[in-house]
Nanobody
Framework: QLQASGGGLVQAGGSLRLSCAGS????????TGWFRQAPEKEREFVAA????????YYADSVKGRFTISRRNTENTVYLQMSSLKPQDTAIYYC?????????????????WGQGTLVTVSS
């Protein structure tokens, strides 16, 4: 199971750091991604990181504002979000994949945890 945490209410321009912790399984061997789902919208890819942290990739909408990282000794993946915008408001989820390359589709990930709500006020 994965547990996402760190969400909350923040003003536009502010920052938040989300955490994704592996409970009962080691995250360190998996590529891990963050997705988000805004009200009445489909879940969309945000960012992902390789198992060793060497490779990261982002959705264009967050590139330059969000940073994904991991600390395998703590079995945790982070998403540092800066310069937040109201359109970043969503429930954020983390999930893992064993696919090589740069998977971005929801269907390419599994072991979804419960999400954490991020609300950005204008």
């Amino acid at each position: 199971q994965l547990q996402a945490s760190g969400g909350g209410l923040v003003q536009a321009g502010g920052s938040l750091r989300l955490s994704c912790a592996g409970s009962g399984r080691a995250l360190s061997t998996y590529k891990t991604g963050w997705f988000r789902q805004a009200p009445e919208k489909e879940r969309e890819f945000v960012a992902a990181i390789s198992w060793n942290g060497v490779t990261t990739y982002y959705a264009d909408s967050v590139k330059g504002r969000f940073t994904i990282s991991r600390r395998n000794t703590e079995n945790t993946v982070y998403l540092q979000m800066s310069s937040l915008k109201p359109q970043d408001t969503a429930i954020y989820y983390c999930a893992t994949t064993t696919l090589v390359g740069y998977p971005r589709k929801e269907s390419e990930y599994y072991s979804w945890g419960q999400g954490t709500l991020v609300t950005v006020s204008s």
